[in-house]
């Protein structure tokens, strides 16, 4: 029972287009979401992040939005450049724990 | 800067060998790191939780006697996958939190390839 789910194993996009990565969580119970992104060889490197206080976290060319009715959020990459290409990770949390859940990864291609 | 060093980052050997993963936290001590394990395709599923001087703290289904954790000092982990067989074969990979209010970081994994 995947409690994090990415639907979209890959995602192709022009380079100055904006890139909307997907995920969404069957927990009601978690209350911090990452994302991150994995390029071939290497792990994770953090993102971005958002507390389900909020709706919204933006950092540059990266937000992400949380709808917590809807138990989705989503990364918006704008604009999308070639060095965005990697596989990205949404991970969820609860408060009080430091365990991570993450979902399969989706696979962004940004097209020069 | 990395946070976290992980070695080695490949491993190929055959089936009944026991293999060594090292994880080190770099320029901060680390009362915690967690193992994890990807397969292709797959999300990363979190194996253990290593703890500096006390038992590992395995998830359900991971079976400790064949991953064996030792976290002994604030800075080193090591995962032992214990005479592999080739169902084994898959990315590890371990991370720490420098602090309660930063995310995780992640090492750059090991892949492990059983004959």
């Known amino acids: 029972d995947q409690q994090v789910k990415q639907n979209s194993p890959s995602l192709s996009v022009q380079e100055g287009r904006i890139s909307i990565l997907n995920c969404d969580y069957t927990n009601s119970m978690f209350d911090y979401f990452l994302w991150y992104k994995k390029y071939p060889a290497e792990g994770p490197t953090f993102l971005i992040s958002?507390?389900?206080?909020?709706d919204k976290n933006e950092d540059g060319r990266f937000t992400v939005f949380l709808n917590k009715s809807a138990k989705h959020l989503s990364l918006h990459i704008v604009p999308s450049q070639p060095g965005d290409s990697a596989v990205y990770f949404c991970?969820?949390?609860?408060?009080?724990?430091?365990?991570?859940?993450f979902g399969k990864g989706t696979k962004l291609t940004v097209n020069p | 800067g990395a946070v976290v060093s992980q070695h080695p980052s490949w491993v190929i050997c055959k089936s009944g060998t026991s293999v060594k993963i090292e994880c080190r936290s770099l320029d901060f001590q680390a009362t915690t790191m967690f193992w994890y394990r990807q397969f292709p395709k797959q999300s990363l599923m979190l194996m253990a939780t290593s703890n500096e001087g006390s038992k590992a703290t395995y998830e359900q289904g991971v079976e400790k006697d064949k991953f064996l954790i030792n976290h002994a000092s604030l800075t080193l982990s090591t995962l032992t996958v214990t005479s592999a067989h080739p169902e084994d074969s898959s990315f590890y990979i371990c991370?720490?939190?420098?602090?309660?209010?930063?995310?995780?970081?992640f090492g750059d994994g090991t892949r492990l390839s059983i004959l």
């Open positions: 991970a969820a949390g609860r408060g009080g724990s430091e365990k991570l859940v």
């Open positions: 991370s720490v939190r420098t602090d309660s209010n930063q995310p995780q970081h």
């Open positions: 958002i507390s389900s206080i909020k």
